[in-house]
């Protein structure tokens, strides 16, 4: 099967569009990566698949091979340096033109989430991220109950929920995290995403959405916290047009206040791919927290010294 050599899969989750559900995956993906774990990123966000943009592999194919469909390889890994492959499948790869409109009824849709958990061939994993689209609908409905019938037990580790810190997000990510409780999905904790701005031409981090709705959430919910994320451009710069972060020296972003220290310079690393250059981004440090959270509620097993 599909998802037998798969160890962790984790669902991202939300009940509003426009959260930046795909950005939390694309960065969770990289800080696992970075972690030294295998990974594979799975878009099930049929009418709206941004996961090859993102890392920046839209002109690539997928290979058809006996049995199912190979994905798409975003970096290879290299122990040498503790970093893990890194995987995707995306219906985007599927389409003939980034413009194509995806106009598919609910059952169109169920067949092609049980296809992609029945047909691709992810080989060997530690984690296995499903990016989904906002809502409880068609697409979420065939995801639970095809893992129900997939999985083995404690292989689907839970759901990352996405929200930003307005009341207007936080009104409907509840939902999800109530769809999550019909549905019997563990809840690894909440992302409260776009809490901030980080200036690209001074060291301020000013919180233009407000701050702390996303932790308010979860203290209600009783579930755990994962940490709050700014809007950052280079991160955008980063995807869009590959150029490594640079930042005023000063910069500091995070509760913690971590000075970054990363001064205006020309990019030094132009052979580095995404996931080296992203080591430079000021949301590296926030998501390696991020994803040493995760870890821990899906393993049991604290991270120390960045592994697990």
């Not at 426009?18 to 295998?38: D, F, I, M, P, R």
């Not at 990510?173 to 980080?198: D, P, Q, W, Y």
């Not at 000063?250 to 052979?271: F, M, N, P, Y």
Request: negative net charge; contains cysteine.
């Amino acid at each position: 099967m599909s998802l037998d050599d798969v160890n962790h899969i984790v669902l991202i989750l939300s009940g509003k569009g426009g959260v930046g559900k795909s950005s939390v995956t694309t960065q969770l993906a990289l800080s696992l990566s970075l972690a030294g774990h295998s990974v594979g990123v799975l878009d099930i966000d049929l009418t709206g698949p941004s996961i090859p943009r993102l890392f920046g592999i839209e002109s690539a194919k997928v290979t058809q091979a006996p049995g199912g469909w190979i994905p798409v390889p975003v970096h290879s890994a290299d122990p040498s340096n503790g970093i893990g492959e890194l995987r995707c499948m995306s219906l985007g790869f599927l389409l003939r033109d980034r413009g194509d409109a995806v106009v598919w009824r609910g059952p169109k849709k169920t067949a092609m989430v049980r296809q992609f958990l029945n047909d691709v061939r992810w080989g060997p994993l530690d984690y296995l991220l499903i990016d989904t689209p906002p809502g409880t609908s068609d697409e979420h409905i065939s995801l639970a109950e095809t893992l129900l019938k997939l999985s083995r037990p404690t292989q689907v580790g839970g759901a990352v929920v996405v929200t930003t810190p307005q009341a207007v997000a936080t009104a409907d990510v509840r939902k999800e995290l109530n769809f999550c409780a019909k549905t019997s999905i563990h809840v690894l904790g909440v992302v409260e995403n776009m809490a901030g701005f980080v200036c690209p031409h001074c060291s301020e981090c000013t919180n233009v959405f407000s701050k702390g709705g996303g932790k308010v959430m979860a203290d209600e919910f009783g579930v755990r916290f994962l940490g709050s994320v700014p809007l950052d451009p280079q991160f955008v710069k980063l995807v869009e047009e590959g150029r490594r972060p640079t930042y005023p020296v000063g910069t500091r972003v995070g509760d913690d206040e971590v000075e970054l220290g990363i001064s205006e310079e020309g990019d030094q690393g132009a052979r580095d791919g995404l996931v080296e250059k992203y080591q430079s981004c000021s949301l590296c440090p926030l998501f390696r927290g991020i994803a040493e959270e995760v870890i821990t509620a899906v393993t049991g097993e604290k991270v120390a010294n960045g592994t697990a």
